[in-house]
């Protein structure tokens, strides 16, 4: 089944302890991308990539880290995780880079405390 | 500041009728734009999508329409059906890989 698998789907953890969110995609999409879900806020692009070893930033990016070693892993890294860190996160990938063919994963929901 | 805005944060309509969602944008070097369908506890899914060479676009009972002059794009849903309960967003694209999206209308469908 073609998917964009994420890991964990929940999470707490404290402020300052380095966590990893996993994203894998089964489709050998180039482009991927990380969003953030907030209230009020809709879905916020953090980073995009497209291709292998080629990111860049998205709208909100300050906090994060992402690395692309491989076609279909795109793991977001936050270095020192503090509360307004706290939301949805969800990958997603795509053939394209107009992004309608983008599939999402199911979402990860952090919270730091 | 939010460049894609989505004024309606929900709407109710009875089941067979139509559906209007309406979107807003502030930065005219968009070029794409696209509609996504989010229920709970899942991801969101790609529903439809126009360019900025257009100002129409159909998928079954799916309609985009784009006007460029107002910055202004709507979803029409017609006939509406209980299955269209869910959050829509629009989002919108002037270089293909960043994305602005909406905050979102929270769509229920009466039966």
């Known amino acids: 089944e073609a998917q964009v698998t994420q890991n964990p789907r929940y999470l707490i953890t404290v402020t300052g302890k380095k966590l990893t969110v996993t994203c894998s995609q089964n489709?050998?999409?180039?482009?991927m991308s990380w969003y953030r879900q907030d209230p009020g806020l809709g879905l916020r692009q953090i980073y995009y990539?497209?291709?292998?070893?080629?990111?860049d930033k998205g709208d909100v990016p300050e906090g994060y880290k992402v690395s692309r070693k491989e076609k279909r892993n795109f793991p977001l890294i936050l270095e020192s995780p503090s509360p307004n860190q706290t939301s949805l996160y969800f990958c997603?990938?795509?053939?394209?880079?107009?992004?309608?063919?983008?599939?999402f994963g199911s979402g990860t929901r952090l919270t730091v405390v | 500041d939010q460049q894609v805005k989505q004024n309606s944060p929900s709407l109710s309509v009875q089941e067979g009728r139509i559906s209007i969602l309406n979107c807003d944008y502030t930065?005219?070097?968009?070029?794409?734009f696209l509609w996504y369908k989010k229920y709970p506890a899942e991801g969101p899914t790609f529903l439809i999508s126009i360019s900025s060479i257009k100002d129409k676009n159909e998928d079954g009972r799916f309609t985009v329409f784009l006007n460029k002059s107002a910055k202004h794009l709507s979803l029409h849903i017609v006939p509406s059906q209980p299955g269209d309960s869910a959050v829509y967003f629009c989002?919108?694209?002037?270089?293909?890989?960043?994305?602005?999206f909406g905050t979102g209308t929270s769509l229920t469908v009466i039966p």
């Open positions: 930065n005219s070097m968009f070029d794409y």
């Open positions: 489709m050998n999409h180039e482009y």
């Open positions: 997603a990938s795509s053939f394209t880079r107009t992004g309608s063919g983008y599939t």
């Open positions: 990539s497209m291709n292998v070893e080629v990111t």
């Open positions: 989002a919108a694209s002037f270089t293909g890989n960043q994305f602005y």
